[in-house]
């Protein structure tokens, strides 16, 4: 076994420690010269009872011990070492295969979701395990076990999903997929309902703004997806789904060798809807009937020389209808989507030989986006989306690894063309930034990421983007991190807000610079958090306790008012105040042997200044209150139950509507319940069973005036609550895992 200091992935680094511990990230090499990071590995210091565990990304930390400088490694399957440990520099270790097996065992859990201590940036991994608790059919549904992000529907016509960060909507969140910025636009809402959840390898989430390298965007948060890479130990996997309501779904996996560096993957899904059902009896279907195809072809190639390439496509198509239950012609309500979208992506890297610490890498991407939707003939969309995006990195270190320095330059070139009702809003936008981000992990009781980019935009000028990051370790196991920075994007109003196009409401917008985007102003916010994490260890089981304060001041925002008149949607720049205030209390624990209790409570104030005052913003629960409950048995049975409580929420104004028609000031509080009990049949077969919505909880009235969809009242926006009741589903798994010596 030999060490080496080695990079993982375009814009990853690794962080430095203190003389008080000793960290690092432990791997094999295939025997096609493939680096793979083990998980589970034990580390122990030689001569005591102090040691650890490598994580599902072969990291470790392991508190340094007087007198102690000989690390031994053991791995079941591999050539147990010892490590002479001089100074507390990182360690990358390689473990060599034993020629033959003898009696070391290593036992060790992964965790679903982990939370790095030693970060600056407070960033939750969610693996495959967390994302196997629920059903899980594509990204918006991917969050019903995580406390932090609320996922709602947008109507109660066309099915879309979105989320919810910090009490603000989900365009105020980056979405990468692999650190590329991939859903925006014209697609953030839908975006999410096509990534199926099979072809996810893991999650990283953060809250409020936080580094600078992939541009000004993300308000709230970032959500980075990674894909299922072509070199994963899964070689092939399927997924069959199949829902109350007549969804069906299926998803393939399959990666394969080509050459010993060089790999291939394929990713398949199909899901349909047969049957169309109406479960509230409001002579609406609950759901869109179509069908989404799915498809993506990838290549990964690494040498031996330092250079690294990765690359391929995705192709969507999507068509959708929905409405109102044929009863006469004057009933009569059709709403129908068609979709289509190209991804080409490019990634690609190269280490210097003689300093691993140095690398250069480049991303590229391209989207070719197009759309129609037609709601009731009453509203038409058509939007096309041509998406470019190139940035360029370069990390270094500081005269130690305890300084490191990432800096590059990026560009944006959006050409959109959307036609809403015969009105042309069409642009283009073209972006040029450079961007500067300093690391210091030198010490196990501090560390920072400061950062700031500067842009050109064609149509807002020159802009400066600070960033700040900091933690600080209280005590031993009790860090405190501080985040401050500044975020901005530009509103797409109307595709951001399609769930109010399921409505008669007209829209005014209300710009008035002809040369910006709907004539008005890039929206821009400062966020500041301050959160707390305690990691403890009660009864050798160990456990996680949160606390996160962010609070987030827009300075210009783009207003969408529907309080004004149950007529209209009016859309208007910021005129006074508006923010949003977030608390979340978290405590996650093994409360005994391989059964998990997550608990959380979160609170919003989020409050906006509308033409009629200073209003609490509408659909945002102030409330929420959450349970998850696992357990895993020794026989290999999962059980998984999920508890979500929502406070009440303030519903738009229909003081105007005829009596009959309006709606009560705040929608009531609900819990929602969703259980799922999963089997494991040896190494390659999982059957699961589940239902979501298990108390068969409705939204009552979900669409004002559904009798008459043709009237000037018909509004099937004001959703709050679920509109389909229980919803029972199957599904199996099959995985082949690669052998060990490809």
Not at 94 to 114: C, H, P
Not at 311 to 331: C, H, N, P
Not at 526 to 540: A, I, P, Q, R, V
Not at 559 to 571: E, G, L, P, T
């Amino acid at each position: 076994m030999y060490r080496v200091l080695f990079w993982m992935g375009l814009v990853l680094s690794l962080p430095s420690y203190a003389q008080t511990k000793v960290s690092g990230i432990v791997s094999e090499e295939s025997n096609k010269g493939k680096i793979v990071p083990l998980e589970g590995v034990a580390l122990q210091w030689l001569g005591t009872s102090v040691g650890t565990l490598t994580d599902s990304l072969g990291f470790f930390e392991l508190d340094r011990v007087s007198g102690a400088n000989r690390l031994v490694v053991r791995y079941l399957g591999y050539q147990a070492d010892t490590v002479l440990v001089s100074s507390p520099e990182k360690l990358a270790l390689i473990l060599k295969k034993a020629n033959e097996l003898k009696g070391v065992t290593v036992e060790y859990r992964v965790k679903s979701t982990t939370m790095s201590m030693i970060d600056p940036i407070k960033t939750q991994q969610i693996g495959q395990k967390e994302l196997f608790k629920a059903a899980c059919c594509n990204l918006s549904e991917s969050f019903e076990t995580n406390p932090s992000v609320d996922v709602s529907f947008t109507d109660a016509v066309t099915g879309s999903k979105q989320i919810q960060l910090l009490g603000l909507a989900g365009p105020y969140t980056l979405l990468t997929q692999e650190n590329i910025p991939s859903i925006r636009g014209f697609n953030t809402i839908n975006g999410l309902s096509y990534l199926p959840g099979t072809w996810i390898g893991s999650m990283q989430l953060s809250k409020g703004t936080g580094s600078v390298v992939n541009g000004y965007e993300g308000i709230a948060g970032q959500l980075n997806v990674e894909l299922r890479q072509p070199y994963d130990k899964e070689r092939f996997i399927y997924n069959a789904y199949a829902g109350q309501g007549g969804r069906v779904e299926t998803n393939v996996v399959a990666n394969t060798p080509v050459t010993p560096n060089l790999h291939t993957g394929v990713m398949l899904h199909y899901s349909n809807r047969l049957v169309a059902t109406d479960r509230n009896g409001d002579l609406f279907y609950d759901n869109p009937t179509g069908s989404t195809t799915k498809v993506l072809n990838r290549w990964d190639w690494q040498s031996t020389k330092g250079i690294n390439m990765h690359g391929g496509f995705i192709y969507t198509t999507d068509d959708k209808v929905a409405g109102a239950i044929e009863r006469d012609q004057l009933s009569a309500y059709r709403f129908d989507r068609n979709l289509e979208q190209l991804d080409v992506f490019l990634k690609t890297g190269y280490i210097f030989p003689a300093m691993k610490y140095r690398s250069v890498g480049l991303q590229l991407n391209y989207i070719d986006y197009r759309q129609k939707m037609n709601f009731g003939g009453v509203n038409r969309l058509v939007g096309n989306q041509r998406s470019a995006y190139a940035n360029l990195i370069y990390q270094d270190i500081l005269f130690t690894t305890d300084h490191k320095i990432r800096a590059g330059i990026n560009a944006f070139q959006d050409d959109f063309e959307e036609v809403f009702n015969q009105t042309d809003y069409s642009r283009k936008e073209s972006v040029v930034g450079a961007f500067g981000e300093y690391t210091f992990q030198g010490s196990d009781k501090f560390s920072v990421v400061a950062g700031a980019r500067v842009d050109q935009h064609n149509l807002f000028g020159l802009q400066f983007t600070p960033r700040l990051n900091i933690r600080y370790e209280v005590y031993k196991n009790h860090v405190l991190r501080a985040s401050a920075g500044v975020g901005r994007k530009t509103a797409n109003p109307i595709s951001e807000n399609s769930g109010l196009l399921a409505s008669a409401r007209k829209w005014m917008v209300m710009g008035f610079d002809s040369k910006l985007p709907y004539g008005l102003q890039q929206e821009r916010a400062t966020s500041l958090g301050l959160n707390y994490t305690w990691k403890f260890e009660l009864d050798y089981r160990e456990g996680y306790f949160g606390i996160d304060l962010y609070r987030t001041d827009f300075s210009q925002q783009v207003v969408v008012d529907v309080d004004q008149s149950a007529r209209n949607v009016m859309v208007y720049n910021l005129a006074g105040p508006s923010f949003a205030n977030a608390l979340q209390v978290q405590l996650d624990y093994e409360l005994f042997k391989h059964f998990d209790v997550r608990l959380a409570y979160r609170y919003y104030d989020v409050q906006t200044q509308f033409s009629t005052g200073l209003l609490q913003r509408s659909l945002v629960a102030k409330n929420r209150y959450f349970i998850n409950l696992g357990y895993e048995t020794r026989n290999n049975w999962i059980f998984d139950l999920t508890i979500n409580t929502t406070g009440r929420k303030r519903l738009p104004s229909t003081s105007d509507n005829p009596q009959d028609l309006r709606l009560a000031n705040f929608s009531p509080a609900f819990t929602l319940l969703n259980a799922q009990v999963t089997k494991k049949m040896g190494t390659r077969w999982e059957v699961y069973a589940g239902a979501e919505n298990v108390l068969d909880f409705i939204q009552e009235r979900a669409i004002v005036s559904a009798e008459n969809p043709n009237s000037e009242f018909f509004d099937a926006s004001m959703i709050w609550g679920p509109v389909f009741g229980r919803m029972a589903y199957v599904g199996l798994r099959y995985t082949i895992t690669r052998m060990p010596e490809e």
